[in-house]
């Protein structure tokens, strides 16, 4: 089974440049996460989505970024500009959410993002 | 408050020794699972074990088992055998049935197994 798919694994561009970051969610889940992940911050939740919908965009750090899930098998996070401080690994996680708990997040491998 | 607490920045195990990794989460909803997952240097993040909140029996999988203490709220890794491999970020995370499915996930904690 295809897991979460992220793409570009590596990105290196100029501060200032945008940014689009894609996942492909596990086909059948309907809850999808984005998580930047750095050595000071730890993992920090930025957006999730149920049903394509964004439930909780609390942890996005400014207006620089921004989410789309346009359907159920596709996901963006955009930088836009770009800055140095957005360096990090980011995660896109996709779950089944039902009634009960016992459904994992998985994780795609993460696109390690370095602005210059 | 914090939902997940991991209070060991940093773990020494001896190969082939036992070690505990510490988690206390804080909920009130009835309904939730506690995970764990396993970062090594390569970076993925690995599902290793779930554990119920209605769960009886302490979940197992192989040389991971979670010893889970409802009371207390803690639901503690305990992996046995070490293994150079083990050697790795570790995170416990909880999902709240209520809130519609956000996880909240810990700091952390760093595994090293000296050979």
């Known amino acids: 089974d295809a897991g979460v798919i992220q793409s570009p694994r590596h990105e290196v561009t100029e501060m200032g440049q945008e940014v689009t970051l894609r996942c492909k969610p596990i086909?059948?889940?309907?809850?999808l996460f984005w998580y930047r992940q750095t050595m000071m911050r730890g993992l920090e939740l930025l957006i999730y989505f149920n049903n394509n919908v964004p439930i909780d965009d609390s942890g996005m750090p400014e207006d620089r970024f921004s989410a789309k899930m346009p359907n159920a098998s596709f996901s963006t996070l955009k930088i836009q500009p770009s800055e140095p401080r957005d360096s990090a690994v980011y995660f896109c996680a996709s779950s089944f959410r039902g009634d009960y708990s016992n459904q994992p997040q998985h994780f795609g491998d993460g696109t390690r993002l370095s602005i210059l | 408050a914090q939902k997940i607490t991991q209070t060991q920045p940093g773990m020494f195990v001896q190969e082939k020794e036992a070690v505990t990794l510490d988690c206390t989460y804080d909920t009130s909803d009835p309904s939730y699972g506690l995970f764990w997952y396993k970062q090594p240097s390569s970076g993925e993040m690995i599902f290793l074990i779930y554990q119920g909140s209605y769960d009886q029996q302490n979940a197992t999988e192989g040389r991971y088992s979670l010893n889970f203490q409802k009371a207390r709220k803690s639901a503690n890794l305990v992996i046995s055998a070490s293994q150079l491999g083990d050697s790795a970020m570790y995170f416990c995370a909880m999902r709240e049935v209520r809130t519609g499915n956000q996880f909240y996930f810990g700091t952390g904690t760093s595994l090293t197994v000296i050979p």
């Open positions: 086909s059948g889940h309907n809850s």
